[in-house]
């Protein structure tokens, strides 16, 4: 089984802090991704990287940043903390892109991160 | 931009009875995907629809993609406690080859 795995389920942070969510995958995925999930709004995606170093944003990425240096390790930092960034964090990961198989998401258990 | 509509929000049903939901996208897919995330959980894929027409069942669930390749359905019968959850549908972005559009998700609620 796919196993993505982050490095906190619950996290409480300051206003201006510097925040590290980190992510992990087994399956040796090419591509990983780092959402958001806030009520009625969805799965909304901030970032996301196709291959090791490589990072593209997504739909959100005001105020966040990733780092990818190694192929099963995807991190989202928050670099200033700001309590509008008090969410549901999800990192997922895929084999492969776009119209063919194997497209499906696995994701991770969630970090619940409030900041205050 | 490229959307996609997920309906209801909210669906509260007994159970034993019937729950379906919908999604609308504003343009064609290549494919939709469905996924289910348990109260407290992470989303988990159930399904990838590829074919104009396609119909594909799991046991009480029935997923359908429509001709035109611009919406689905979630039909799921006789509704049991094990069924509650959100449930998601996304499909290719247009503009880019990595991304995946949600819907907002249908929330199914089993009334006590």
């Known amino acids: 089984d796919v196993k993505v795995t982050q490095s906190s389920r619950y996290l409480v942070k300051r206003t201006g802090e510097k925040v590290f969510l980190e992510c992990v995958q087994d399956?040796?995925?090419?591509?990983m991704f780092w959402y958001r999930q806030d009520p009625g709004l969805g799965l909304r995606l901030i970032y996301f990287?196709?291959?090791?170093?490589?990072?593209e944003k997504g739909d959100i990425p005001e105020g966040y940043s990733v780092s990818r240096e190694k192929k099963e390790r995807f991190s989202l930092i928050l670099e200033s903390a700001s309590t509008n960034q008090t969410s549901m964090y999800l990192c997922?990961?895929?084999?492969?892109f776009g119209t063919g198989t194997d497209t499906e998401a696995f994701f991770g258990q969630g970090t619940r991160l409030t900041v205050v | 931009g490229q959307q996609v509509m997920q309906i209801p929000q909210y669906q509260h049903v007994q159970e034993g009875e019937d729950f379906t939901t919908y999604c609308n996208s504003s343009?064609?897919?290549?494919?939709i995907q469905w996924y289910k995330q348990r109260p407290g959980g992470h989303p988990v894929f159930l399904i990838q629809?590829?074919?104009s027409g396609e119909v594909k069942k799991q046991k009480r669930l029935t997923f359908q993609f429509g001709e035109a390749k611009k919406n689905s359905s979630l039909h799921i019968t006789a509704t049991q406690t094990t069924d509650v959850g959100t449930y998601f549908c996304?499909?290719?972005?247009?503009?880019?080859?990595?991304?995946?559009?949600w819907g907002a998700g249908t929330k199914l609620i089993i009334k006590p």
């Open positions: 990287s196709y291959d090791v170093k490589m990072k």
């Open positions: 399956m040796d995925h090419e591509n």
């Open positions: 343009t064609t897919l290549s494919n």
């Open positions: 629809l590829v074919k």
């Open positions: 997922a990961s895929s084999l492969s």
């Open positions: 996304a499909g290719p972005a247009m503009y880019s080859n990595y991304q995946l559009i």
